[in-house]
């Protein structure tokens, strides 16, 4: 079992940023990567970034590269999401997961942080 917490949502501007955290406690060791998600409203939910816990392999969607930065604390156990460069469609509850082994899929989710990006 993995738990995740997620912080560091919150209201910004069009253009500023916010990091996000995702700590993990539990079975740490076996997680292979991480990723972050998000949901807007009326819409589905869409892959944002992802990064392997050995080698630091990052993946991103389309719509935040070059905007967003995903990186890891091995030793706090912690994954950060920075972005920057915010848009209004940058509006969702996002959510860390994680995937234990490669191609299980994300297992373990946590709760959400709502970010808000006014206009």
């Known amino acids: 079992q993995v738990q995740l917490v997620e912080s560091g949502g919150g209201l910004v501007q069009a253009g500023g940023s916010l990091r996000l955290s995702c700590a993990a406690s539990?079975?740490?060791?076996?997680?292979?990567?991480t990723g972050w998600f998000r949901q807007g409203p009326g819409k589905e939910r869409e892959f944002v970034a992802a990064i392997t816990s050995s080698g630091g392999i990052t993946y991103y969607g389309d719509s935040v590269k070059g905007r967003f930065t995903i990186s890891r604390d091995n030793a706090k156990n912690t994954v950060y999401l920075q972005m920057n460069s915010l848009k209004p469609e940058d509006t969702a509850v996002y959510y860390c997961?994680?995937?234990?082994?490669?191609?299980?899929?994300?297992?373990?989710w946590g709760q959400g942080t709502q970010v808000t990006v006014s206009s």
């Open positions: 539990g079975r740490t060791f076996s997680i292979y990567r």
């Open positions: 997961a994680v995937e234990l082994h490669t191609g299980a899929g994300f297992d373990y």
